[in-house]
């Protein structure tokens, strides 16, 4: 089973920011926390990862809380082509059921 | 550089024939993830295999289900004798280095291969 819980549907309004969480309680000091996503029929894509700092790549932002315990995906202005299932993973490799994120124009 | 190639993409057997799934990883990877996923659920791991090794399979059904990675060609995920139950998208994901020990922090997925058993 995932070590990773997620709320299972998330919405947002177009270009406004989202933040999706994720909680790893027990996460160890060697896990890397990586977000994945999954658009319609296709599959998965990776969004971003980090071990301990925040991280910025051109897709999001992962916030990481001091404890690591839990962590929040950021897309700072969604897109109706942002709407995808978002996975929070740990190096187990195993997914959870994700949050699905809707994008309302 | 090609991505992760994944075939047949659609493929249709009934109960009790077998389904064989190629995957073809990127081009310099050696470790190659496969995975479930049945319909509106998120994917499941079967099975973690490096050249010629499998080196974790706790993912996978302990009966009919089995994956090779040879030496040369693609690695291959097998279903004998296929029930209704096994319909799903089968996804197979391949890394440079073993997913997590490196900091590279990406699996690549291909497309899948979605298997309907009549």
């Known amino acids: 089973d995932a070590k990773t819980t997620q709320p299972n549907s998330m919405e947002s309004n177009e270009e406004e920011p989202v933040h999706l969480p994720c909680n790893h309680s027990t996460i160890s000091g060697t896990d890397y926390i990586h977000w994945y996503r999954q658009l319609p029929s296709q599959g998965p894509e990776y969004v971003i990862h980090g071990l301990t700092s925040n991280v910025n790549n051109r897709m999001a932002s992962l916030a990481i809380a001091e404890d690591r315990k839990s962590s929040t995906l950021i897309l700072h202005r969604a897109t109706l082509r942002d709407a995808a299932v978002y996975y929070c993973?740990?190096?187990?490799?195993?997914f959870g059921a994700g949050t699905r994120l809707t994008v309302k124009p | 550089n090609a991505g992760v190639m994944q075939n047949p993409r659609h493929l249709v057997r009934r109960r009790g024939q077998e389904a064989r799934l190629r995957c073809s990883p990127m081009?310099?990877?050696?470790?190659v993830y496969w995975y479930r996923q049945l319909p509106e659920e998120g994917l499941k791991f079967m099975v973690y295999l490096q050249k010629e090794n499998i080196i974790d399979e706790s993912g996978m059904p302990k009966e009919r289900f089995s994956a090779e990675f040879p030496k040369e060609g693609p690695s291959i995920l097998r279903i004998q004798q296929v029930v209704r139950g096994d319909s799903a998208a089968y996804f197979c994901?391949?890394?440079?280095?073993?997913?997590?020990?490196?900091?590279?922090?990406?699996?690549?997925f291909g497309e899948g291969s979605r298997l309907t058993v009549l």
């Open positions: 081009k310099g990877h050696s470790h």
């Open positions: 994901a391949s890394s440079p280095f073993r997913f997590g020990k490196v900091n590279t922090g990406e699996l690549f």
């Open positions: 993973i740990l190096n187990d490799m195993r």
